[in-house]
C-alpha cells in the first residue's frame, strides 16, 4: 500500500518569503511523485513531477521541489511567495515499480496555503 | 488544444436516484482517472480507464460504476444515491502511464 502525508493543514507566510509545504511518502517501489494546486472551485493543476534523475524537479509558476530519498519526501519551495499562491496544494505518489498502477494516484490530505501581503 | 471536459459542472439529486458524469479527455489521451473529493475523505481514486478497459479500481462500492468508449471518453454513474456521495468528482486524462495527470474542473454533485 502506499500513503502520502502532508502535516500542515494550513502554511501562512507573508508576501515575499519563502516558502515551503512538506510532504513524505510511503510506497514499496520506485516513487512517482507529483504537486497539484487547487484553486476555489476548480479542479487541480499540476505544478510538477518527480520520476528520475535530478533530486531538485522546477516546475510551474517558479515553484520546485527536492526530492529526499532517504527522508522519503517531497516538499514544495518557492523562494518567494506571491499572495496569488494562496490555495490547497496536493501531493500525491504512485509506485512506478508496479506496472498495474496505471495511472493512480494516491494523494495527501491538502495544505492550505495563506500568503498574506 | 482543448482541457479535459466534465459535465455536468453541477449537478444536485435525490437520495435513491442514479446519476451519470462524463469526462471527454484531451485529444490523444487513452487513460482517464475519476476521483472522489470531500471535505472528510480527501481526494480518493475511483477508478482508471484506459483504452475502454479498466485498470485499476479504487475501494469503493459497487453502486460507483463507470466505462470507456472508444473514442476515449468515459463516464462513471452512481445509482441508488446516498448522502455522503455529495462531493466533488474529479477525472484526469493522461496520454500513457506514469504521466502528468490534466484534470478537469471536476463535477460537484449533491445529493439531497
Known amino acids: 500500500a502506499q500513503s502520502v502525508a502532508q502535516p500542515e493543514d494550513q502554511v501562512n507566510v507573508a508576501e515575499g518569503n519563502p516558502l515551503t509545504v512538506k510532504c513524505t511518502y510511503s510506497?514499496?517501489?520506485?516513487?512517482?511523485l507529483f504537486w497539484y494546486v487547487q484553486y476555489p472551485n476548480r479542479g487541480l493543476q499540476f505544478l510538477l513531477k518527480?520520476?528520475?534523475?535530478?533530486?531538485l524537479v522546477k516546475g510551474s509558476y517558479g515553484f520546485e521541489a527536492e526530492f529526499n530519498k532517504s527522508q522519503t519526501s517531497f516538499h514544495l519551495k518557492k523562494p518567494s511567495a506571491l499572495v496569488s499562491d494562496s490555495a490547497l496544494y496536493f501531493c500525491?505518489?504512485?509506485?512506478?515499480?508496479?506496472?498495474?498502477?496505471?495511472?493512480?494516484?494516491?494523494f495527501g490530505g491538502g495544505t492550505r496555503l495563506m500568503v498574506k501581503p | 488544444k482543448a482541457g479535459v471536459t466534465q459535465t455536468p459542472r453541477y449537478l444536485i439529486k435525490t437520495r435513491g436516484q442514479q446519476v451519470t458524469l462524463s469526462c471527454s479527455p484531451i485529444?490523444?489521451?487513452?487513460?482517464v482517472s475519476w476521483y472522489q473529493q470531500t471535505p472528510g475523505q480527501g481526494l480518493q481514486f475511483l477508478f482508471e480507464?484506459?483504452?475502454?478497459?479498466q485498470r485499476n479500481k479504487g475501494n469503493f462500492p459497487g453502486r460507483f460504476s463507470g466505462r470507456q468508449f472508444s473514442n476515449s471518453r468515459s463516464e462513471m454513474n452512481v445509482s441508488t444515491l446516498e448522502l455522503g456521495d455529495s462531493a466533488l468528482y474529479l477525472c484526469?486524462?493522461?496520454w500513457g502511464q506514469g504521466l502528468s495527470g490534466f484534470f478537469g474542473q471536476g463535477t460537484r454533485l449533491t445529493v439531497v
Open positions: 484526469a486524462s493522461s
Open positions: 510506497v514499496s517501489g520506485n516513487p512517482y
Open positions: 518527480y520520476i528520475t534523475g535530478d533530486n
Open positions: 500525491a505518489v504512485r509506485d512506478g515499480t508496479n506496472n498495474n498502477a496505471g495511472n493512480m494516484l494516491t
Open positions: 485529444s490523444g489521451h487513452r487513460s
Open positions: 480507464y484506459f483504452s475502454e478497459t
